[in-house]
């Protein structure tokens, strides 16, 4: 969690790595660590608890935290499916019922990280575009069950570069790497600290109106319908 220039308190799950941590990072004055299993109810409570009583109040949740296991329908392995499930759906359910009494005392809001994944499927990704699918349409869910006391909202990144490993797979001349080019109309991958700035603007008084929105932040991957470019003819 920490507490930003202007004296909030945000709780982010998932920050010790990648969106996670370039979210916790951004305009913080202090940040605190905290363990807690957001897929065990009790747990996660007990952490939420804990930082509204140790900071006298909680102002914004990011529920970041997920894991995303490839594997089709009928080759992913129940525990890869289990995992997921629990971090990507369970976490962010619990997460946010354990937030919302102390959001509503002090009028504040929840941004969920969704994904590209969630709005349209990706390929050799049954069960976490499944899963990303869900908390799209739970953002929608709370967003009209709790939109007047407090916001709730969702950013959905393309692949961001998040990870080393991620790096050296989307270097420039790679294959992957002239995927993305024929089909990101940026023609590159997101920067961990870019979908940050939008969690930053969507838990802003900036965004004090937006309720229920989800923003993709994928390069204008979304945009596309799947077609190819048909005019390009010089590569």
Not at 1 to 27: F, K, P, Q, W, Y
Not at 209 to 235: E, F
């Amino acid at each position: 969690m920490n507490e930003d220039i202007s004296g909030r308190v945000a709780l982010i799950t998932g920050a010790g790595t990648g969106i996670g941590a370039a979210t916790a990072h951004r305009d913080a004055a202090r940040m605190h660590p905290w363990v807690a299993d957001v897929s065990d109810l009790d747990f996660v409570t007990a952490a939420v608890d804990g930082v509204a009583e140790r900071f006298g109040r909680l102002d914004v949740l990011v529920n970041n935290a997920g894991v995303a296991i490839p594997g089709t329908v009928d080759q992913i392995d129940l525990d890869s499916y289990r995992t997921m499930v629990r971090t990507n759906i369970d976490g962010v359910f619990f997460a946010s019922r354990a937030a919302l009494p102390h959001l509503r005392t002090v009028r504040g809001c929840i941004v969920n990280v969704g994904s590209a994944a969630g709005l349209r499927a990706e390929w050799n990704q049954a069960a976490y575009n499944m899963t990303k699918g869900a908390l799209t349409n739970l953002t929608n869910s709370m967003a009209l069950d709790h939109g007047r006391e407090v916001r709730v909202n969702a950013v959905h990144p393309g692949v961001t570069l998040s990870r080393e490993y991620l790096r050296d797979a989307l270097a420039e001349g790679t294959l992957l790497h002239r995927r993305f080019a024929e089909r990101v109309p940026m023609g590159r991958p997101a920067e961990s600290a870019e979908v940050a700035a939008v969690i930053a603007f969507l838990a802003s008084a900036d965004a004090g109106y937006l309720n229920g929105a989800h923003i993709p932040v994928d390069g204008g991957l979304t945009a596309s319908d799947g077609q190819a470019d048909l005019y390009r003819l010089d590569s």
